[in-house]
């Protein structure tokens, strides 16, 4: 008997007890190899000793103090250490507890910033189908995940919706990816225009898709054009980077690769990796000073934004990615398990595509390779691969609708970044195994 309300309710789920490096031990002892870090989350694993040092030392201090009325050291020197990390312009960080209250604010802020500088008639949002922002109202709205939408439609906001840069399942024959990235993101363009210039106040997307398609990375050049959109139109570009950022694709912040600075970027999960629940919203100097230099206020917040021991947590985390040098490491176990996919599933006749960057990759199934065809949903072949990764001592984040938002499976990876180049090894064939055994079963 339990009492508590489970995601899944008629599921028995074992019950986490204790963590050693990238393993979850349930109460049974069983161990299971967390690949997929819960939810792209747990980027040191679950047993870091200076992390869960640092959180007690804070608590031994002062566990909470409002922002209301104080701010805390450890805010200031994590808020510091993330303006250095961050792209050129971005310069101020407003701390919340996760992301789907970091995208919730951005998309507050950038209506506010409008009104600061004397632009009311600007309020609405662009952003793409196939991609997730969060499960608070307006991030959900924000959102493009067709099945987390459908329950909660009257309650949501308006928010147009252009197609995603996709390359798998959108680039022509004959077309080159830098052509399909331009076509992609002249559709901003071509939104924004159907809108009205002037009353579009942001553009929001992701930069590396995550749970709703599948780890997908943009084609080279599309946000540096979907940028240079938004500067001629005044427009704000606000990144998503909950899933993808904080080093989870090799770089501090995932849009240092498409060369791209936003005006508001989203961080949370790596950020905090697990140990205490955090999250941000990073923006530049520019949209701050309308802010500062306007009302002088933000009407925005929460109870526990900026959380003394959750941003401690964060430093710690934050200091052991870059003096453990994990960068690095993401890059190198990346590449190698980009090698051991394609080597264990390139060939797999049920496998459409690999793809992502660093310690962030997708795979995605299909009925038919040549057509791209995808598997009934009737099949639930994400949640019979899920249930035999399980049992295999397996965690990774399988996820349906990826092709249309209705059909379509996909396996979501992003381990530790501590995981070693045996750990990987072991990953990917614990993953075959699962996938070849969920395919027996629906087919």
């Not at 805390?72 to 960080?93: N, R, T």
């Not at 308006?158 to 399942?169: G, K, T």
């Not at 099949?379 to 691969?385: D, M, P, S, Y």
Request: with cysteine.
């Amino acid at each position: 008997m339990t009492h508590v309300f489970q995601r899944q309710i008629h599921d028995t789920l074992p019950r986490a007890a204790k963590g050693d490096g990238i393993y979850i031990i349930d109460s049974d002892g069983k161990r299971y190899l967390d690949a997929s870090g819960g939810a792209a989350v747990s980027c040191l694993g679950h047993s870091d000793p200076d992390v869960i040092q640092a959180i007690k030392d804070q608590v031994d201090s002062l566990a909470f103090a409002h922002t209301g009325f104080f701010s805390s050291q450890p805010a200031e020197e994590l808020a510091g250490l993330l303006a250095a990390k961050a792209p050129d312009g971005i310069d101020m960080v407003y701390f919340m507890s996760g992301g789907s209250e970091a995208v919730e604010a951005a998309l507050k802020m950038a209506r506010q910033y409008f009104l600061e500088i004397g632009e009311p008639s600007r309020g609405k949002i662009i952003a793409r189908r196939q991609s997730y922002h969060g499960n608070t109202l307006g991030a959900l709205a924000t959102g493009g995940n067709a099945l987390r939408r459908e329950p909660f439609e009257p309650l949501l906001i308006e928010v147009s919706h252009i197609v995603p840069c996709y390359a798998y399942r959108y680039r022509l024959d004959g077309e080159t990816d830098e052509e399909y990235a331009i076509r992609a993101a002249d559709e901003l363009e071509a939104e924004i225009q159907r809108l009205g210039p002037d009353t579009v106040c942001a553009f929001v997307a992701e930069t590396v898709v995550g749970a709703t398609a599948g780890v997908v990375p943009p084609s080279p050049g599309y946000f540096k054009r979907i940028r240079e959109i938004c500067d001629r139109h005044g427009v704000l570009l606000i990144l998503d980077e909950v899933m993808c950022g904080m080093g989870r694709t090799g770089t501090t912040f995932a849009c240092e690769q498409d060369g791209v600075t936003p005006d508001i970027v989203c961080i949370a999960k790596g950020l905090g990796a697990g140990y205490q629940p955090i999250g941000a919203a990073l923006v530049t100097q520019r949209v701050f000073r309308a802010f500062s230099e306007g009302s002088g206020f933000f009407q925005h917040g929460h109870t526990y934004m900026g959380h003394p021991t959750a941003c401690a947590g964060a430093l710690a985390v934050q200091r052991k990615i870059e003096t453990a040098g994990l960068l690095d490491a993401v890059r190198t176990q990346g590449a190698l398990l980009d090698e051991l996919l394609h080597e264990r599933l390139g060939n797999h006749a049920n496998i459409g595509d690999i793809r992502g960057r660093g310690l962030f990759r997708g795979v995605e199934l299909v009925a038919d390779r040549a057509s791209k065809e995808p598997f009934d949903p009737a099949l639930k072949l994400n949640a019979r691969i899920k249930k035999h990764a399980m049992d295999r001592g397996l965690i990774c984040y399988p996820g349906g609708g990826t092709a249309d938002g209705a059909r379509g499976d996909h396996v979501l990876l992003a381990p530790p970044f501590i995981i070693d180049g045996q750990q990987v090894r072991d990953l990917v064939g614990l993953l075959g195994d699962a996938i070849d055994a969920a395919l027996n079963d629906a087919c």
